[in-house]
């Protein structure tokens, strides 16, 4: 009787610097987006001030640059915001993330 007494090596892979750079990019990233819809409100308020003007309001590129600025705000709250409430847990009723 002989038993075959063979060892096997298990080497476990170390993360790579690929993975670890990947993931602080992305903690990077995430906490960029409240960063991004801070300014893009405040950038949103300035805009509305200047295109609101009474001798720039009856500008019609004026009134094309006043209905984007509205677009990208209402893109910032409705796709951007649940996005990071939903990280940290949150929801609101309206939106499916």
Same mark, same amino acid.
């Given at each position: 009787?002989?038993?075959? @007494?063979?060892?096997?090596?298990?080497?476990?892979?170390?993360?790579?610097?690929? %993975?670890?750079?990947?993931?602080?990019?992305?903690?990077?990233? @995430?906490?960029?987006?409240? %960063?991004?819809?801070?300014? !893009?409100?405040? !950038?949103?308020? !300035? @805009?509305?001030?200047?295109?609101?003007?009474?001798?720039?309001?009856? @500008?019609?590129?004026?009134?094309?640059?006043?209905?984007?600025?509205?677009?990208?705000?209402?893109?910032?709250?409705?796709?951007?915001?649940?996005?990071?409430?939903?990280?940290?847990?949150?929801?609101?009723?309206?939106?499916?993330?």
């Amino acid at each position: 009787m002989s038993f075959n @007494n063979q060892s096997k090596l298990m080497v476990m892979p170390q993360p790579s610097q690929l %993975v670890i750079a990947s993931t602080y990019i992305e903690l990077i990233l @995430n906490h960029f987006s409240l %960063v991004f819809l801070i300014l !893009g409100t405040i !950038g949103f308020l !300035g @805009n509305c001030l200047i295109f609101l003007h009474p001798k720039i309001r009856t @500008n019609t590129c004026s009134i094309y640059l006043l209905c984007s600025t509205i677009r990208d705000e209402l893109d910032l709250v409705l796709n951007l915001l649940p996005n990071y409430l939903s990280m940290y847990g949150y929801s609101i009723p309206y939106v499916t993330t």
